[in-house]
């Protein structure tokens, strides 16, 4: 997954804490764009494939400009797509695109589906409805980097290891 700068984390933070203050509950993950989950790679050889990745990648700056809904259970913040985004996605799968997770084809290259975003809250559709209304009242467009990718284990929920990107400002 992709993880966000500090500041970054503080804006999806105070999304949180509306939500919360409203008693919608949100993700119990820090603010991050899924790359993609897998299933059949062997942990080190994943360690040592984004490892190098990160090596040959600088931080990319992102601009959240809108809001959105998958089917009705997830409500998102989407960065606007830019062609240096959907590059990072596309240069990172070269390898394990065919070794997604049950729930992973739609970060695959081969899905043609890849919607990068920042999840607030999961629920049915009256939690949703709720927390979209909370988030209209307070979302503002804002800039953002991606500073790390890290690897977590599910469940249960576990970060196993953190890759720092290239500093694209030094």
């Known amino acids: 997954m992709c993880l966000l700068d500090e ?19 949100t993700i119990d993950l820090p603010p991050h764009i899924t790359l993609g989950t897998y299933e059949g790679v062997e942990l080190e050889e994943l360690h040592d494939y984004v490892a190098d990745f990160v090596s040959k990648n600088e931080s990319i700056e992102l601009r959240f400009s809108h809001l959105g809904i998958f089917e009705d259970s997830v409500l998102f913040v989407e960065p606007k797509v830019t062609k240096e985004l959907l590059q990072f996605h596309e240069d ?23 919607v990068p975003h920042v999840s607030l809250a999961l629920g049915n559709r009256d939690k ?21 990718l890290a690897i977590y284990e599910f469940y249960p929920i576990k970060k196993i290891y953190t890759f720092k990107l290239k500093n694209r400002r030094e």
Do not use: C, V, W
């Open 7 to 25: 500041k970054t984390n503080e804006a999806f933070t105070e999304l949180d804490f509306m939500m919360e203050n409203e008693g919608i509950k």
């Open 128 to 148: 949703i409805l709720d927390a979209l209304e909370i988030i209209l009242d307070y979302f503002k467009p804002f800039n953002g980097f991606i500073t790390e």
């Open 92 to 114: 990172f799968h070269q390898k394990y695109d065919d070794l997604y997770s049950r729930n992973g084809y739609y970060y695959t290259l081969m899905s043609n589906a890849f």
